[in-house]
């Protein structure tokens, strides 16, 4: 009788995770071992690098990014406490420094001015000064004189809960909340009525004339 047999298949090992390897690499580089480090860095790159684009970084600075966030990693091998956190450590230092690059493309962009070409100032091609003319810093001035007397005329709670707003673009309303002991949920209920009360004030000083806060 032939006997037939079967081959059984091996039991595959449990899958090494990429965040093993990263614990690993760094393990091995604090023992002087760079290779595993160096197979890591290659291994794990382009997820750096999609991670960063992610963030909206221009593609010839990511690179750049990237470079930065492995020299960091190298920098402070030796401090992180926890090796199993490293590619946690290293998407979170990634994504910190992309935003750091967006900001200040964003306050780049700002500072420029883009005029179209015949409103340059004559053949040499100077563009007109950018600075607020004279007359509108005037009117500034006294947009602001009239929109601070008012302010004073609302109750005490409403002035700082408006001051505390003006100070950030992104008000953080925890930190109002425990300044001036208002409830986060009513932040913004008050604040439309103290607004409300604020151009009612204006326009009753100002007659006819409309002015807009925000």
């Given at each position: 009788?032939?006997?037939?047999?079967?081959?059984?298949?091996?039991?595959?090992?449990?899958?090494?995770?990429?965040?093993?390897?990263?614990?690993?690499?760094?393990l091995?580089?604090?023992?002087?071992?760079?290779?595993?480090?160096?197979?890591?860095?290659?291994?794990?790159?382009?997820?750096?690098?999609?991670?960063?684009?992610?963030?909206?970084?221009?593609?010839?600075?990511?690179?750049?990014?990237?470079?930065?966030?492995?020299?960091?990693?190298?920098?402070?091998?030796?401090?992180?406490?926890?090796?199993?956190?490293?590619?946690?450590?290293?998407?979170?230092?990634?994504?910190?420094?992309?935003?750091e690059?967006v900001?200040?493309?964003?306050?780049?962009?700002?500072?420029?001015?883009?005029?179209?070409?015949?409103?340059?100032?004559?053949?040499?091609?100077?563009?007109?000064?950018?600075?607020?003319?004279?007359?509108?810093?005037?009117?500034?001035?006294?947009?602001?004189?009239?929109?601070?007397?008012?302010?004073?005329?609302?109750?005490?709670?409403?002035?700082?809960?408006?001051?505390?707003?003006?100070?950030?673009?992104?008000?953080?309303?925890?930190?109002?909340?425990?300044?001036?002991?208002?409830?986060?949920?009513?932040?913004?209920?008050?604040?439309?009525?103290?607004?409300?009360?604020?151009?009612?004030?204006?326009?009753?000083?100002?007659?006819?004339?409309?002015?807009?806060?925000s």
């Open positions: 009788m032939t006997r037939i047999t079967e081959d059984v298949p091996d039991v595959d090992e449990p899958e090494v995770s990429l965040g093993d390897r990263a614990a690993a690499a760094l091995d580089y604090r023992e002087g071992k760079n290779q595993a480090l160096a197979d890591f860095v290659r291994e794990a790159t382009p997820l750096l690098w999609h991670t960063v684009r992610a963030q909206g970084v221009a593609r010839e600075q990511a690179d750049d990014v990237v470079q930065n966030t492995w020299m960091a990693l190298v920098r402070n091998a030796h401090t992180i406490q926890e090796p199993h956190a490293v590619l946690k450590w290293l998407l979170v230092t990634a994504k910190r420094a992309s935003w690059v900001r200040k493309h964003r306050e780049d962009l700002k500072r420029r001015t883009e005029l179209p070409d015949d409103l340059l100032d004559g053949p040499t091609g100077v563009l007109p000064s950018a600075d607020p003319t004279p007359e509108a810093q005037v009117l500034e001035r006294e947009r602001d004189r009239h929109l601070w007397r008012a302010l004073l005329q609302l109750p005490d709670r409403c002035q700082r809960l408006l001051r505390l707003i003006s100070l950030a673009d992104r008000p953080d309303y925890k930190y109002i909340s425990s300044a001036i002991g208002m409830p986060v949920g009513s932040i913004g209920s008050n604040r439309g009525r103290c607004l409300a009360k604020l151009r009612d004030i204006i326009v009753s000083e100002q007659g006819d004339r409309t002015w807009e806060t």
